[in-house]
């Protein structure tokens, strides 16, 4: 809802008039165990943890033409035996206002979006304290507009500027994009093109060739274009029920020696099941990252495979309220043994709405 398809669209409204903001909460509670929370390539720290997430989400329609939404998200968790680093949380907050003339295919909206990250990370391969919290505030302001043609295919454009600024490592950088796609939505089977091209300059960082050595001390600029396609169908079967697919192909470019260029190459599948009294989940996600001139020990490119995988289980309890059982797992394999790692998160929890 917040970084892909329009959030506006397969919203019900309540009476206006009474609500004129209709409120929507929910929010989970989990204990867990995680052999690996830090993605240490070498020395694995295991921990048991307690996780929360809190959401909240406000929509006001002031007339048939108007659309307003605020939502509100926070997660985090606390790890028992890390001494460092303990807590992790994400804050994300993003306020839009939506105009559809009345009896016009096109909608004009404004999307600001704020998101707070804090995670712990094993940075001993890059000669970096063995453990820091990376912390960033990013802040992105996101004008669009849209177009459905008929009952059955819509597209979109949207403009996106960003700032985000890191509290403990010099990255932070400003970026500006453009995105496109095209979505059909037939009754058999729901699809999406999507592309997009930015531009993010680095306040800092400086520009290095491609063996990573410091060209200067000027602050370097990247450029990405990235383009997907994924499919989804709902089932109406009483076990299958929605199933996704994904691809996604990504191409970055420095402006200096090429040690960041890349290729990328990913993948996602999702399959939704009810299965008896409980919904089960799986997916898994993957890619392949290819440097263009950097290369490892052996003088080989350097390249990264990436896979994880997630697996739940929800037992609903009443009408508004699920107990789950889920498993995550992360690996990524590189010919560079310092960015080689694996790590599970398992976790049980209650999630209730309002």
Not at 44 to 57: G, I, N, P, V
Not at 196 to 213: A, I, L, W
Not at 256 to 265: L, P, Q, S, T, V
């Amino acid at each position: 809802m917040l970084f892909g398809n329009n959030p506006l669209e397969n919203v019900e409204v309540t009476d206006t008039k009474t609500a004129p903001w209709v409120p929507s909460y929910s929010g989970e509670i989990a204990i867990g165990y995680s052999d690996n929370p830090l993605y240490g390539p070498f020395v694995r720290q295991d921990s048991s943890f307690l996780e929360t997430s809190l959401e909240a989400f406000f929509i006001r329609q002031g007339s048939q033409e108007y659309l307003t939404y605020l939502y509100l998200f926070g997660e985090g968790k606390r790890y028992n035996a890390l001494e460092d680093n303990k807590d992790t949380s994400l804050l994300l907050a993003q306020l839009e206002h939506a105009y559809t003339p009345l009896k016009s295919p096109y909608t004009y909206g404004l999307r600001v979006r704020h998101i707070y990250y804090d995670q712990g990370f094993d940075f001993s391969e890059l000669g970096l304290p063995y453990t820091m919290n990376v912390r960033s505030n990013k802040t992105e302001w996101i004008p669009y507009l849209s177009k459905v043609f008929s009952e059955q295919w819509s597209a979109s454009i949207q403009f996106i500027k960003g700032f985000e600024d890191y509290k403990v490592i010099a990255d932070d950088n400003q970026d500006a994009s453009v995105q496109i796609s095209i979505r059909g939505t037939p009754n058999f089977l729901e699809w999406e093109l999507e592309g997009q091209y930015s531009k993010k300059q680095y306040r800092e960082r400086p520009k290095r060739d491609g063996d990573g050595n410091q060209l200067s001390t000027d602050a370097m600029q990247t450029e990405k274009v990235e383009l997907s396609y994924e499919l989804q169908k709902d089932f109406s079967h009483s076990l299958w029920k929605n199933s996704s697919a994904k691809l996604k192909w990504t191409q970055l470019k420095d402006d200096a020696g090429g040690y960041y260029d890349f290729e990328k190459i990913g993948f996602r599948l999702e399959q939704e099941l009810l299965v008896s009294f409980f919904r089960a989940k799986a997916s898994i996600v993957g890619s392949k990252t290819l440097y263009k001139h950097r290369r490892v020990d052996s003088g080989e490119r350097f390249k990264r495979q990436s896979l994880s995988y997630s697996t739940s289980a929800t037992f609903p309890f009443n009408e508004n309220t699920d107990f789950y059982f889920q498993w995550k797992r992360e690996e990524d394999f590189s010919n560079a043994r310092d960015y080689e790692y694996y790590t599970n998160f398992w976790s049980l929890g209650v999630q209730w709405e309002l």
